[in-house]
Structures are given as structure tokens and as C-alpha cells.
T-cell receptor
Framework: EAQVTQNPRYLITVTGKKLTVTCSQN?????MSWYRQDPGLGLRQIYYSMNVEVTDKGDVPEGYKVSRKEKRNFPLILESPSPNQTSLYFC???????????????FGPGTRLTVT | RKEVEQDPGPFNVPEGATVAFNCTYS??????FFWYRQDCRKEPKLLMS???SGNEDGRFTAQLNRASQYISLLIRDSKLSDSATYLC????????????FGAGTRLFVKA
């Protein structure tokens, strides 16, 4: 089954404790992306990757890191989480046509993160 | 000003009604346009792509006006199952390709 998986689905942590949210897709997609969703603000792009070893900032990259060492995986790293990073996080992937995500983006089920 | 703006609603309509959603975008480097649907904090799912020539998928019709930087979605003969949040999405060529979501329009279809 074609899918995007994220782990963990739910996480409660404390300020300053490094964490990683994993994202994996089995569709051989070039484009992968992380979003956070907050009430009233919609989904905002954190980072995206157009292919292996190619990453770029979205609109809200501060406080986050990513890496793309393999095509299927795109982990999101919070080196020192803060309460303002409490949010619902989605990973997505898309086949890259002409380098861009011009086709459907498939989303993972989401990770609900609470930082206290 | 947000790069992609939508009327947040909510829109409350009876079954069978026709409802229209609008979306405006501000970046002239916008290249691709989509409508996604999101049910109650679940992951967004593609409803349809939007083309300049307009496109239709069953009860759903999408239109793009590049000159006015405006996108629309029309839902005819609304069903209870259409109740969801509809997200306008724009891909912007910044040298890379950023994805910008509108904040969404909430639709409630009532019996």
C-alpha cells in the first residue's frame, strides 16, 4: 500500500529535550515536506526537500532541522523544543515533475506534539 | 497580508445546495494550484488540481484566473459527506518550490 508514515503519532515532551519525528514514504517520491498546523493559521511549510541531499526552508523553519540522506526518509529534528512548537505536524511527499511538487501531495497521519 | 487568503466561513448550507469558495493569492511566481479537503484534524487529501481552462470532477468545478490571481471551487448538489474544511494550495517557484496553504474554509452541510 502506497503511504506516508510518521512516528510517533503523539508526543508530550519538556522544553529543551531534543526530539526527532520520523517520516517515511514508499512511493519513490522526490519531493518531501514538513508542515505544522495551528488553529486559525492553517498549514505552514517548515522545510521541504526536492531530492536526496537537497533541502530548503519553508515559511517557518526557525527551531527545526531536517535531513534527506535517503529518498524515502525525511526526519524532522527539534534540537531544543519550546512550548511555541506545540502543534500538529504533517509530513507529505509528492512525485517531482520538472523539479516541483506539481502532482498530488500525499500526507502522513500527523504527529501531535506538546511541549511543556 | 497572507500569501493565500480564503474566507474562513463557516458556510452552513442545506443538502442539495450549491456553494462556492474563493481563494486569492499574491505571489506572481505561483505556478500550480490545488484544492485539498481536510476532515477534522486528519491529514489533507487532494480534491482536485486547478487549471486555467477550468476543470470539473463530478459535482466539483474549479476555476483559475491568473490575471486576477483568484481560484474558485464550486460544489453542486451538496451532500452531508461534503462537510469538511477546504484548503486552497499554491505552489510558488522561489528557485525551489514552496507550498503555501490557505487557512481553509469550513463547510457544514445539514440535512
Amino acid at each position: 500500500e502506497a503511504q506516508v508514515t510518521q512516528n510517533p503519532r503523539y508526543l508530550i515532551t519538556v522544553t529543551g529535550k531534543k526530539l526527532t519525528v520520523t517520516c517515511s514514504q514508499n512511493m519513490n517520491h522526490e519531493y518531501m515536506s514538513w508542515y505544522r498546523q495551528d488553529p486559525g493559521l492553517g498549514l505552514r511549510q517548515i522545510y521541504y526537500s526536492m531530492n536526496v541531499e537537497v533541502t530548503d526552508k519553508g515559511d517557518v523553519p526557525e527551531g527545526y532541522k531536517v535531513s534527506r540522506k535517503e529518498k524515502r526518509n525525511f526526519p524532522l529534528i527539534l534540537e531544543s523544543p519550546s512550548p511555541n512548537q506545540t502543534s500538529l505536524y504533517f509530513c507529505a511527499s509528492s512525485k517531482g515533475l520538472a523539479g516541483g511538487p506539481y502532482t498530488e501531495q500525499y500526507f502522513g497521519p500527523g504527529t501531535r506534539l506538546t511541549v511543556t | 497580508r497572507k500569501e493565500v487568503e480564503q474566507d474562513p466561513g463557516p458556510f452552513n448550507v442545506p443538502e442539495g445546495a450549491t456553494v462556492a469558495f474563493n481563494c486569492t493569492y499574491s505571489n506572481s511566481a505561483s505556478q500550480s494550484f490545488f484544492w485539498y479537503r481536510q476532515d477534522c484534524r486528519k491529514e489533507p487529501k487532494l480534491l482536485m488540481s486547478v487549471y486555467s481552462s477550468g476543470n470539473e470532477d463530478g459535482r466539483f468545478t474549479a476555476q483559475l484566473n491568473r490575471a486576477s490571481q483568484y481560484i474558485s471551487l464550486l460544489i453542486r448538489d451538496s451532500k452531508l459527506s461534503d462537510s469538511a474544511t477546504y484548503l486552497c494550495v499554491v505552489i510558488v517557484n522561489t528557485g525551489g518550490f514552496k507550498t503555501i496553504f490557505g487557512a481553509g474554509t469550513r463547510l457544514f452541510v445539514k440535512a
